[in-house]
């Protein structure tokens, strides 16, 4: 069965450096999404991903953050410069159509700041 | 603003006991409702949505636009029904979905 990949599986950083998490969509899925669940706290929503382009990005997802598609597989999250609040889990998730409702997520990416 | 309160962080039943996890919406519009759960070293994934109404591993929630709740329930939990539990909300012309902060179930033999 297909399923979302992220990769690095947990990375630990130094506050102010650039962090890039990747992952792979299932192949024929259109709708690409960052969320985020700081320790303890909710699954968060970050920013949707629809051909191309940015269509949703939420209140966090402010300059500190970009995301691309940068070969038709990978979809990434860069953080720019890391601050110790970005220490959370990411996940990935991506749909075949964005009013179903069924996300599929993957492992996620535990990012550590200090 | 769109939210999702699950007022139990964690729940204890016994195998064979029924079960229900409470989730309870903000939003004056048409919700879309989802439960989604994470077994023990899983990825999350969807379990099911309001607009199915569907039974799926014997669990069931119904929308209570009223009281404005969409609550999972399991006449006979499993110990495999262990898991964390999160209620979803999605809303008109957002394609984002509003998480609960999740219940955990642990259901002992």
């Known amino acids: 069965e297909p399923e979302v990949t992220q990769t690095p599986s947990h990375q630990v950083t130094q506050m102010g450096q650039e962090v890039i998490l990747r992952c792979v969509p299932i192949?024929?899925?259109?709708?690409f999404y960052w969320y985020r669940q700081i320790l303890g706290q909710k699954v968060e929503f970050l920013v949707s991903f629809y051909n191309n382009e940015i269509s949703e990005k939420s209140e966090i997802f402010d300059d500190q953050f970009s995301v691309e598609r940068p070969d038709g597989s990978n979809f990434t999250l860069k953080i720019r410069s890391t601050k110790l609040e970005d220490s959370a889990m990411y996940f990935c998730?991506?749909?075949?159509?964005?009013?179903?409702?069924?996300?599929?997520f993957g492992e996620g990416s535990r990012l550590t700041v200090l | 603003a769109q939210r999702v309160t699950q007022p139990e962080k964690l729940l204890s039943v016994f195998k064979g006991a029924p079960v229900e996890l409470k989730c309870n919406y903000s939003y004056s519009g048409s919700p879309e409702l989802f439960w989604y759960v994470q077994y023990s070293r899983q990825r999350l994934q969807l379990l099911l949505r309001?607009?199915s109404r569907e039974s799926i591993k014997g669990f069931t929630a119904d929308l209570n636009k009223g009281e404005t709740s969409f609550h999972l329930k399991k006449p006979f939990a499993q110990e495999e029904d262990s898991a964390m539990y999160y209620c979803a909300l999605g809303f008109g012309g957002s394609e984002k979905l509003v998480f609960g902060k999740g219940t955990k179930l642990t259901v002992n033999p």
């Open positions: 309001h607009i």
């Open positions: 998730a991506s749909s075949v159509d964005r009013n179903t409702g069924e996300l599929f």
């Open positions: 192949s024929n899925h259109l709708y």
